[in-house]
């Protein structure tokens, strides 16, 4: 699918996908990770707000989730995850450029 | 004659495996302060991931993803530590949680040329988890 290679998925999405796949969660007893867990499966995980590709290939492996309902949650059979006004955010053509270089102030 | 049996001996004799100085090694004891999980060596590869930094345990499947190779590195040691205390708390140990990652993962991560490798090294303590508690009636 294109885009996919550079997309970014918010937090909020991500555990909604995971929560719609069977995998469960709360609060590590360590201040900020999250536990997830399906399937006798163990982690815990400081999930960033936006996950990048790499690290949603080690929850599909983890939990088992196919790697295209991140990016599109509206396909998880049987379940609505997307948050109200969250959506996936695939970098524009232009925002794919390197920002430009700062200009040195004039002496 | 009896100098050359023995010399003849010596050579049969198989040679002495040795794990290497650099191997990644993992304990697990009690004390009395509590349960005390050692993880030594652990290669950890950290790339790049659009603008964010990945990084991928070896000799443990682990991951995590930060924003920064300082802060991927926090998460790792953070999050791998709430990992173990987890397996502890509900399995007992970590024979879950020692596992390599799989081929695709070594694979995928050696061909790309911007990884860089490091060797991570941590010991964390953790309660004795009580499991379940059977209460019986005293005797009469």
Known sequence: ?107 | MSSKIAAKSKRSRPPKLKAPKDHAVAFHGNTAEGQVVGIGNLRVLLTQDDDAWFAQGLEIDYAAQGSSIEDVQHRFETGLEATIREHLKVFGGLSRLLKVAPPEVWQDLFSDVTVIGMRHSQVSLHPVFSGVMYFAPKAA
């Open chain 1, 1 to 107: 699918m294109a885009g996919q290679g550079t997309a970014r998925v918010p937090r909020e999405v991500v555990i909604a996908v995971l929560h719609a796949h069977g995998v469960e969660s709360y609060p590590s007893e360590i201040a900020g990770q999250t536990v997830f867990t399906k399937n006798e499966v163990y982690e815990a995980y400081d999930l960033p707000e936006l996950v990048t590709r790499r690290m949603l290939d080690v929850l599909k492996r983890k939990f088992d989730v196919p790697i295209h309902h991140f990016f599109n949650p509206q396909m998880v059979p049987g379940a609505s995850p997307l948050p109200a006004n969250v959506s996936v955010i695939r970098p524009k053509a232009s925002q794919a450029q390197p920002p430009p270089a700062a200009k040195k102030p004039a002496n």
